[in-house]
C-alpha cells in the first residue's frame, strides 16, 4: 500500500468524487464494525450502492490503497478518506432555526459520531431562547458573532424558513462561516470561497414522484 505524494495530495478531487467518499466511508464502517478485515473492490461497491470500475477510480485520487489479490484493508481505507475529507478532525458547527426540522437536526446523533459537534443553537424567535434542546441551550441569533469567534466556527446549518435564509446566510459569512448546509427553500447568494450545500426534501420526493410516474406509465402501456 502507498499513500500520496505531495504532488498528488495538492491535485483536487472531482466534485462528484468527494459526494461519493461519505457514501464509501459509511460502507466501510459498516464492514468495520460486522469485523470484516479486508475487502474486493466489487464487495465495497456492492456496499456502497456503485460499480466497482467508479469505486477504483474515486479511489484512485487518494492514492494506491489496495492490494493486488487482497483487496482493502477495511480500517485502513476507512481512516483514509476520513482524513481526506476532513472527519478525524471535531468540526464545531452552529444550527439556525430550532423549529420542528431544526429540533431534528440537533438531535441527530449521527453528526457527533462522524466528526462535528453542534455548539449551538440559535432563533430569533425570543419564546425559543432558554429551551433547550439535545441537551443545548436554545439562544438568541443575535449571539452568532460571538459564538462563531468563541469556538472557531466554520461550518452553519440553516433550517429557517425560506424568507429569512439569505439574511442568516450573510450574517453567517459575515462573521466567518465558509461552508453552510442549507436546508431552507431558495437559492442563496453568497461570495467566492464559501461553500454551499443544499438539502431540498421536497425535490427529492418530486423525483421520486416522476420515478413513480414513470413506472405507472410502463405498466399501462
Known amino acids: 500500500m502507498t499513500a500520496r505524494t505531495s504532488t498528488e495530495s495538492a491535485r483536487d478531487i472531482p466534485e462528484a468524487t468527494v459526494a461519493r467518499l461519505p457514501v464509501y466511508l459509511r460502507a466501510l464502517t459498516t464492514l468495520s464494525e460486522a469485523g470484516t478485515g479486508t475487502c474486493s473492490s466489487e464487495a465495497l461497491a456492492a456496499a456502497a450502492g456503485v460499480n466497482s470500475a467508479k469505486l477504483r477510480k474515486d ?6 490503497y489496495g ?3 487482497v483487496g482493502y ?3 485502513y481505507l476507512r481512516y483514509q478518506i476520513a482524513r481526506e475529507i476532513g472527519v478525524t478532525q471535531d468540526w464545531p458547527v452552529v444550527i439556525v432555526g430550532i423549529g420542528n426540522l431544526g429540533h431534528a437536526l440537533a438531535n441527530y446523533s449521527g453528526f457527533r459520531s462522524r466528526g462535528f459537534r453542534t455548539v449551538a443553537l440559535l432563533d430569533a424567535d425570543p419564546t425559543r431562547h ?5 441537551g443545548i441551550e436554545v439562544q438568541p441569533f443575535d449571539d452568532l ?3 462563531v469567534a468563541e469556538h472557531g466556527v466554520a461550518i452553519g446549518v440553516i433550517a429557517t424558513p425560506a424568507v429569512a435564509a439569505q ?3 450573510d450574517r453567517m459569512v459575515a462573521c466567518g462561516i465558509t461552508s453552510i448546509l442549507n436546508f431552507a427553500a431558495g437559492v442563496l447568494s453568497v461570495p467566492a470561497g464559501v461553500d454551499v450545500r443544499k438539502v431540498d426534501l421536497s425535490v427529492e420526493l418530486q423525483v421520486l414522484a416522476y420515478h413513480e410516474q414513470r413506472k405507472a406509465q410502463g405498466e399501462l402501456a
Open 145 to 147: 458573532e460571538s459564538i
Open 59 to 64: 479511489l484512485s485520487y487518494l492514492g494506491s
Open 73 to 75: 484493508d477495511v480500517d
Open 67 to 69: 492490494t493486488r489479490g
Open 167 to 169: 439574511a442568516v446566510a
Open 130 to 134: 432558554g429551551e433547550m434542546v439535545a
